[in-house]
């Protein structure tokens, strides 16, 4: 409702630009022909501002009740009992303010207790395999299937010293499919279409029956297709969280 909207997206400058920027011009030309709006305008950001340039807006947060998320290059005072994570996203998603991140964390709050281990589908920049660890999981491993999250969760897991406890890997739902091996809880912040195509293979094995998966990422008008899909595979929804459009399912593998 009211002023206008700007919508900013950002593509690789490689050969397939001149296309994507082609397939974009001729979208938005025909949306023209619908509605009042502005021709695109195109700028070439280079790697190094864009890494550099957020920083600026990123601040230290706290989440939940005891976690407190720091840039790496901040100085803050913290609380007697608070989770510090120290953080360096880089070029990975998971800086800890988006809301799906929050969820996570709450979530982290809740089920991350000493002894268990955590399996942490799409880790990004590390941040919830961190917290994990930190509030006591004797094992997490944290898989992403781009090389570039992998690099960058490592790097964040040591500077947080739980190299120990976090094996970062370039990996995805097959990771599991070649071990025996369960996990206590899992969590995964994606999209609904990621796992929704995780569904058939196999994906509530990653952890024990009876154990916790927990799903964020999902925006609103997908949620009944998530839950109907993980409830075909016995994993059950035991309940949900919200922020804005922002959808968390928590499951439970069903004890057969
Ligand atoms: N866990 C972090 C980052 C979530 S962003 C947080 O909560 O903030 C989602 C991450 O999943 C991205 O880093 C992306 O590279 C990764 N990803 C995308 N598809 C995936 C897949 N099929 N398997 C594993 N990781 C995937």
């Not at 023209?32 to 957020?54: M, Q, T």
């Amino acid at each position: 409702a009211g002023g206008p909207l700007r919508v900013a997206g950002y593509f690789s400058d490689d050969e397939r630009a001149p296309e994507t920027r082609r397939k974009i011009e001729e979208a938005m030309y025909y949306l023209g022909r619908l509605y009042d709006i502005p021709e695109p305008e195109f700028a070439i950001v280079k790697e190094e501002d864009w890494a550099e340039a957020w920083k600026r807006s990123y601040h230290p947060i706290r989440v939940g009740d005891r976690i407190f998320i720091k840039p790496a290059w901040a100085e803050v005072e913290a609380a007697p009992g608070d989770i510090i994570i120290e953080m360096d996203p880089g070029m990975a998603f998971g800086t800890g303010t988006h809301p799906t991140t929050q969820l996570c964390l709450r979530a982290c709050e809740w089920f991350c207790v000493p002894g268990i281990a955590m399996a942490d589908i799409g880790t990004g920049s590390g941040v919830l395999a961190i917290a994990a660890a930190k509030l006591g999981c004797y094992k997490v491993l944290a898989l992403d299937t781009d090389p570039v999250a992998v690099r960058v969760a490592q790097e964040n897991v040591e500077r947080n010293g739980v190299a120990e406890v976090v094996t970062v890997q370039r990996g995805s739902i097959e990771t599991f499919q070649r071990t025996a091996r369960h996990f206590d809880l899992a969590m995964l912040n994606l999209t609904a279409r990621i796992i929704l195509e995780m569904v058939p293979n196999g994906l509530q094995h990653v952890v024990w029956p009876g154990s916790k998966m927990v799903f964020s990422g999902i925006i609103q008008e997908q949620v009944d297709e998530v839950i109907t899909a993980l409830e075909s595979i016995d994993l059950e929804v035991l309940g949900q969280r919200q922020i804005d459009d922002w959808v968390m399912l928590i499951t439970q593998r069903r004890i057969p």
